[in-house]
């Protein structure tokens, strides 16, 4: 007599649970695809444009140089003092909101960094233009034998010290509680100051390009 096979109760529970974790694979697969073709569409809909942070205006508070000499007055050390205010403006021209994070710039003569100023992170509305400011000091900080030559010339018979800020600014766009992957630009400024009249003679800006 041929015997026959009846599924027991638990090899029916295991296939049906297998099938119940296949569903929900599934559907969580489903649901993934779904939400992200509607981030899709809603970031194509609203054309995400780049942030536009600029540094608006450099205000010269204080400035001070200081040199030691050799005995044929050549420049054997020079170390300079300053404190510098720098007015940034951030533009959004979007219909979402930019949530800046801490933004730190590099304040450098010939190469040499000087000091750093940070500007806080904050929220920036939509179609909004917003002024944050910082503030540099720089105390007393030694220049090389070279530098401190060229820092002496500068200051004394131009009458004219140029210096660069650097710094990387981040942010993300978020649109309907959905945060978009970090943005990242890169300021490079060139500012020229009179160190007799305490002020401001020109300022260039350029931006190294929008990285993601």
């Known amino acids: 007599m041929t015997s026959r096979y009846y599924p027991t109760s638990s090899s029916s529970s295991a296939a049906s649970i297998k099938g119940c974790c296949c569903c929900l694979v599934l559907l969580f697969s489903f649901l ?47 170390s300079i003092s300053l404190v510098l205010r720098m007015l ?8 979402a909101g930019i949530k800046y994070r801490d933004s ?16 806080p992170g904050f929220y920036q509305a939509a179609h909004s233009v917003k002024k944050v400011e910082t503030t540099v000091s ?9 530098d401190a030559g060229e820092l002496v010339r500068d200051a004394s018979v131009n009458d004219r010290v140029e210096l660069r800020i650097m710094g990387d600014v981040n942010a993300k766009i978020r649109v309907i509680g959905i945060t978009s992957p970090n943005v990242q630009v890169s300021i490079e400024c060139s500012i020229v100051i009179s160190p007799s009249k305490q002020s401001l003679i020109s300022k260039q800006c350029g931006f190294d390009g929008l990285q993601v």
């Open 32 to 78: 993934a695809l779904l939400s992200l073709a509607i981030i899709l569409i809603i970031v194509l809909a609203i054309k995400p444009k780049k942030p536009q942070f600029e540094l608006q205006q450099v205000t010269v508070k204080y400035i001070n140089f200081a040199t030691t000499t050799t005995a044929v007055d050549i420049p054997s050390s020079a």
């Open 88 to 95: 940034f403006t951030a533009r959004n021209d979007n219909i």
């Open 104 to 119: 730190t710039f590099n304040i450098m003569y010939r190469g040499v960094p000087l000091g750093r100023g940070t500007v």
């Open 138 to 146: 720089v105390d007393r900080v030694n220049l090389l034998p070279a």
